[in-house]
């Protein structure tokens, strides 16, 4: 038992001297986790409590609600997103959602579909009203913390959440 | 005593008839000439040996009716039996004269067939597939009273043996003379009881359309009959048909019987916002254009004619706090009817839209107005500043039409509209005509609409676990159908019409129309892509106008006007 434990002991030794734990490194982590889609990171939380903290920062969510649009958007939307809720819940209740649907649109339209595609100013400016109004509802509604409320949407979204009948 | 006639007919049925059937003449018949005798008191010729598929059409039948059409029945007005004949006759002439057969009934029961030839009789595949209101009659009433009205006409069948094994038509011969027959064509029996559903909606909307027709031409008991025959064929369908005749049916009785329908308590605004697109369609496209108005602008004003629960106002919030140049500062005036519990609703709507403003970051400020009708409010109440310090929107989203009630009262708020001094004016109505002053064209109008609107809502109801909104707005729909087909009057608010009907209104109270752009199409093309079940919506470009419409029926429309007649620029 105790010989099997020296074993051990000596392999991580070993394994310190010559690798790099990429937990050791935040922005290297950060890079990587930001070209990854929406579920990947969301499995990525699962992964390990440093993991899931870092996921958990909005910035993250930022980054992948807009990076594929071929203009970024303008500079007062960060306060509003984030004053509606964050970016994760965006991503949440509306992007995903929103792009998902009208992907799959496309495609049965016969176009050939990239998995990554851009998606341009009025489908972010349609899921941007639509978060507010899912807002409004909740707050209409009464939740007790309609601010960053629960993890389910108000009705008005319920119809994204539903799948395409097609 | 009954037992023993109907013996004595069967021995003469069966000496006197070929043998169409050897089979049968050969089997050995068992006590009363092989007749059950409980359907024999019914009037029922059937032998035992058929009970199993008798039976087994029975259930068929029931299912056919609904799971509860039995009890459905039960609860119909028990009819008057002299009232019955000619009705009687008008069904059973229209059923004869689909048959194939060239030899239909006139007007009597008494038809008798020549010696030969292909008489027939009623199967109950037939009974079920032709005559679905004939077979209803077994559970109305008591069934002894049922063979006095029928005297045993219709149920008398002279012979044995529902020929359920023969599929080329049913041949038998029937004794002349002490028997009636009713003369039903020789459809090839099938096997399995399908109520033709289509024509069973076909027959529907016709008796629909047949009983405004009486009611037209004021013969309300013809119209009673039609309207209490409807209720039956309801029984045998569903979908989206099934619900929207009842509506129309309960709508005609209210009209028939001049029983007015209360005023409605609650809202149902939210649930129709929520389980279909038309409001969620009218509010974008509506904000779109007085977004575009509000270009550039520092100050706005928006007066909503339709607060309800202001659910329009979060979007045109969030895009002008977004917009280049940061948020005007945005005064919104809200009008609504008194609420029967007298809370102030107006205020609390504009304390919830405060509470969004504050956190989105613009500048906001709400005034509330309750008044019993549009035509109450006049611009001077409204705080209208001068258009150079403020921009004004006016905005209506079906509540237009409702002025079209009272004389007068449209023309008089589109002159107090302009004494407001929009920039723009944007109004959504339904796209119909249902204020004919003609009741039979409304009525005709209204049920091609509301089919549209309630097979629309089946559609969305394949995606949705949560029914409730669907049936409330249901109900918000049926209040309308009501409105539109039993009211009258000042009571008659629903009084839509289309969108060629309010551009010559709009261009004769001196507003010239306003384009909606692109912007405005792509965005409700994009919403609509979103709506699962959303294949069947389609947005369409009118002249500047936007319409939504279920495939190929528009359903409602979008369109923005401006003070100032077209010759101006």
Same mark, same amino acid.
């Given at each position: 038992?105790?010989?099997?434990?020296?074993?051990?002991?000596?392999?991580?030794?070993?394994?310190?001297?010559?690798?790099?734990?990429?937990?050791?490194?935040?922005?290297?982590?950060?890079?990587?986790?930001?070209?990854?889609?929406?579920?990947? %990171?969301?499995?990525?939380?699962?992964?390990?409590?440093?993991?899931?903290?870092?996921?958990?920062?909005?910035?993250?969510?930022?980054?992948?609600?807009?990076?594929?649009?071929?203009?970024?958007?303008?500079?007062?939307?960060?306060?509003?997103?984030?004053?509606?809720?964050?970016?994760?819940?965006?991503?949440?209740?509306?992007?995903?959602?929103?792009?998902?649907?009208?992907?799959?649109?496309? =495609?049965?339209?016969?176009? /050939?579909?990239?998995?990554?595609?851009?998606?341009?100013?009025?489908?972010?400016?349609?899921?941007?009203?639509?978060?507010?109004?899912?807002?409004?509802?909740?707050?209409?509604?009464?939740?007790?913390?309609?601010?960053?409320?629960?993890?389910?949407?108000?009705?008005?979204?319920?119809?994204?959440?539903?799948?395409?009948?097609? | 005593?009954?037992?023993?006639?109907?013996?004595?007919?069967?021995?003469?049925?069966?000496? &006197?008839?070929?043998?169409?059937?050897?089979?049968?003449?050969?089997?050995? %018949?068992?006590?009363?000439?092989?007749?059950?005798?409980? %359907?024999?008191?019914?009037?029922?010729?059937?032998?035992? /040996?058929?009970?199993?598929?008798?039976?087994?059409?029975?259930?068929?039948?029931?299912?056919?009716?609904?799971?509860?059409? +039995? &009890?459905?029945?039960?609860?119909?007005?028990?009819?008057? #039996?002299?009232?019955?004949?000619?009705?009687?006759? &008008?069904?059973?002439?229209?059923?004869?004269?689909?048959?194939?057969?060239?030899?239909?009934?006139?007007?009597?029961?008494?038809?008798?067939?020549?010696?030969?030839?292909?008489?027939? @009789?009623?199967?109950?595949?037939?009974?079920?597939?032709?005559?679905?209101?004939?077979?209803?009659?077994?559970?109305?009433?008591?069934?002894?009273?049922?063979?006095? *009205?029928?005297?045993?006409?219709?149920?008398?069948?002279?012979? /044995?043996?529902?020929?359920?094994?023969?599929?080329?038509?049913?041949?038998?011969?029937?004794?002349?003379?002490?028997?009636?027959?009713?003369?039903? #064509?020789?459809? =090839?029996?099938? #096997?399995?009881?399908? +109520?033709?559903?289509?024509?069973?909606?076909?027959?529907? +909307?016709?008796?629909?359309?047949?009983?405004?027709?009486?009611?037209?031409?004021?013969?309300?008991?013809?119209?009673?009959?039609?309207?209490?025959?409807?209720? *039956?064929?309801?029984?045998?369908?569903?979908?989206? @048909?099934?619900?929207?005749?009842?509506?129309?049916?309960?709508?005609?009785?209210?009209? *028939?019987?001049?029983?007015?329908?209360?005023?409605?308590?609650?809202?149902?605004?939210?649930?129709?916002?929520?389980?279909?697109?038309?409001?969620?369609?009218?509010?974008?496209?509506?904000?779109?254009?007085? %977004?575009?108005?509000?270009?550039?602008?520092?100050?706005?004003?928006?007066?909503?004619?339709?607060?309800?629960?202001?659910?329009?106002?979060?979007?045109? @919030?969030?895009?002008?706090?977004?917009?280049?140049?940061?948020?005007?500062?945005?005064?919104?005036?809200?009008?609504?009817?008194?609420?029967?519990?007298?809370?102030?609703?107006?205020?609390?709507?504009?304390?919830?839209?405060?509470?969004?403003?504050?956190?989105?970051?613009?500048?906001?400020?709400?005034?509330?107005?309750?008044?019993?009708?549009?035509?109450?409010?006049?611009?001077?109440?409204?705080?209208?500043?001068?258009?150079?310090?403020?921009?004004?929107?006016?905005?209506?989203?079906?509540?237009?039409?409702?002025?079209?009630?009272?004389?007068?009262?449209?023309?008089?708020?589109?002159?107090?509209?302009?004494?407001?001094?929009?920039?723009?004016?944007?109004?959504?109505?339904?796209?119909? &005509?249902?204020?004919?002053?003609?009741?039979?064209?409304?009525?005709?109008?209204?049920?091609?609409?509301?089919?549209?609107?309630?097979?629309?809502?089946?559609?969305?109801?394949?995606?949705?676990?949560?029914?409730?909104?669907?049936?409330?707005?249901?109900?918000?729909?049926?209040?309308?159908?009501?409105?539109?087909?039993?009211?009258?009057?000042?009571?008659? +608010?629903?009084?839509?019409?289309?969108? /060629?009907?309010?551009?010559?209104?709009?261009?004769?109270?001196?507003?010239?129309?306003?384009?909606?752009?692109?912007?405005?199409?792509?965005?409700?093309?994009?919403?609509?892509?979103?709506?699962?079940?959303?294949?069947?919506?389609?947005?369409?470009?009118?002249?500047?106008?936007?319409?939504?419409?279920?495939?190929?029926?528009?359903?409602?429309?979008?369109?923005?006007?401006?003070?100032?007649?077209?010759?101006?620029?």
């Amino acid at each position: 038992m105790l010989h099997t434990h020296n074993n051990i002991l000596e392999r991580e030794t070993k394994r310190e001297k010559h690798n790099i734990s990429i937990n050791d490194h935040n922005d290297i982590l950060i890079e990587v986790l930001q070209r990854l889609d929406g579920r990947s %990171l969301a499995a990525a939380a699962c992964v390990c409590k440093k993991w899931c903290s870092i996921v958990r920062n909005d910035a993250l969510w930022e980054h992948l609600c807009f990076r594929q649009l071929s203009v970024p958007p303008s500079v007062g939307v960060r306060s509003v997103v984030l004053a509606l809720g964050g970016y994760r819940r965006l991503y949440l209740m509306c992007v995903r959602p929103v792009v998902s649907r009208l992907k799959k649109r496309r =495609s049965n339209g016969g176009h /050939t579909e990239v998995v990554r595609r851009l998606w341009n100013r009025n489908e972010v400016e349609l899921s941007l009203s639509l978060f507010c109004v899912e807002y409004y509802e909740r707050l209409l509604l009464g939740d007790g913390g309609a601010v960053g409320g629960g993890e389910s949407a108000a009705k008005s979204l319920r119809f994204l959440c539903k799948t395409v009948n097609v | 005593m009954k037992r023993g006639r109907e013996r004595k007919k069967e021995t003469q049925t069966t000496s &006197s008839s070929p043998p169409a059937k050897p089979k049968d003449l050969t089997q050995t %018949l068992p006590d009363s000439g092989g007749m059950d005798e409980l %359907l024999e008191v019914l009037g029922y010729k059937v032998k035992s /040996t058929d009970m199993a598929d008798v039976a087994q059409k029975l259930e068929q039948l029931e299912m056919v009716m609904g799971e509860d059409g +039995v &009890s459905q029945l039960a609860d119909t007005v028990h009819y008057n #039996p002299s009232d019955l004949s000619g009705w009687y006759q &008008s069904m059973l002439s229209e059923i004869n004269n689909t048959g194939s057969d060239g030899v239909s009934s006139s007007v009597d029961f008494d038809i008798t067939l020549p010696g030969d030839a292909s008489t027939t @009789m009623i199967d109950f595949s037939n009974n079920n597939v032709t005559n679905g209101q004939q077979t209803s009659n077994m559970y109305d009433d008591d069934p002894y009273d049922l063979r006095a *009205i029928a005297g045993g006409a219709i149920y008398g069948i002279s012979s /044995t043996d529902e020929s359920l094994e023969d599929r080329n038509g049913i041949k038998r011969m029937k004794s002349a003379g002490s028997d009636e027959i009713i003369d039903v #064509p020789p459809e =090839s029996p099938r #096997p399995v009881v399908l +109520v033709d559903s289509q024509e069973a909606g076909i027959r529907l +909307v016709h008796t629909l359309m047949a009983c405004a027709e009486a009611v037209q031409q004021n013969n309300m008991k013809l119209a009673d009959a039609l309207v209490k025959h409807v209720g *039956i064929l309801v029984a045998s369908q569903a979908g989206a @048909m099934a619900k929207v005749a009842r509506y129309f049916a309960s709508a005609l009785a209210q009209r *028939i019987y001049k029983i007015y329908p209360r005023e409605s308590l609650e809202d149902l605004h939210m649930h129709f916002y929520e389980s279909c697109p038309y409001l969620k369609f009218a509010h974008f496209t509506a904000n779109q254009a007085i %977004l575009e108005a509000f270009a550039g602008a520092t100050r706005v004003h928006v007066i909503d004619f339709s607060l309800n629960q202001g659910m329009q106002w979060p979007a045109l @919030m969030q895009a002008l706090a977004l917009r280049n140049g940061g948020p005007p500062a945005f005064r919104l005036t809200g009008i609504g009817p008194p609420q029967p519990d007298n809370t102030d609703a107006l205020q609390q709507v504009g304390w919830k839209l405060a509470q969004l403003a504050d956190t989105i970051g613009v500048e906001f400020e709400f005034r509330g107005f309750v008044a019993n009708s549009l035509a109450d409010i006049d611009a001077g109440m409204l705080d209208i500043r001068p258009t150079d310090e403020e921009v004004v929107a006016v905005n209506s989203v079906f509540e237009l039409h409702r002025l079209l009630s009272r004389p007068g009262a449209v023309d008089k708020v589109l002159n107090s509209m302009k004494d407001m001094k929009p920039k723009i004016v944007t109004i959504v109505e339904q796209e119909s &005509s249902h204020n004919d002053t003609v009741f039979l064209n409304r009525f005709n109008e209204a049920l091609h609409y509301y089919s549209t609107m309630f097979d629309s809502l089946e559609s969305s109801a394949l995606t949705q676990s949560n029914t409730l909104d669907l049936e409330m707005s249901e109900v918000y729909l049926g209040r309308q159908i009501c409105n539109v087909v039993a009211c009258e009057g000042t009571d008659r +608010v629903e009084r839509h019409e289309t969108l /060629t009907q309010w551009r010559t209104r709009m261009n004769s109270a001196g507003f010239s129309p306003v384009h909606l752009g692109s912007n405005a199409f792509k965005q409700a093309s994009m919403l609509l892509a979103l709506f699962a079940g959303g294949d069947g919506y389609r947005v369409e470009e009118n002249d500047g106008c936007l319409m939504l419409g279920w495939h190929t029926r528009p359903l409602i429309a979008t369109s923005a006007w401006q003070p100032g007649s077209v010759v101006e620029t």
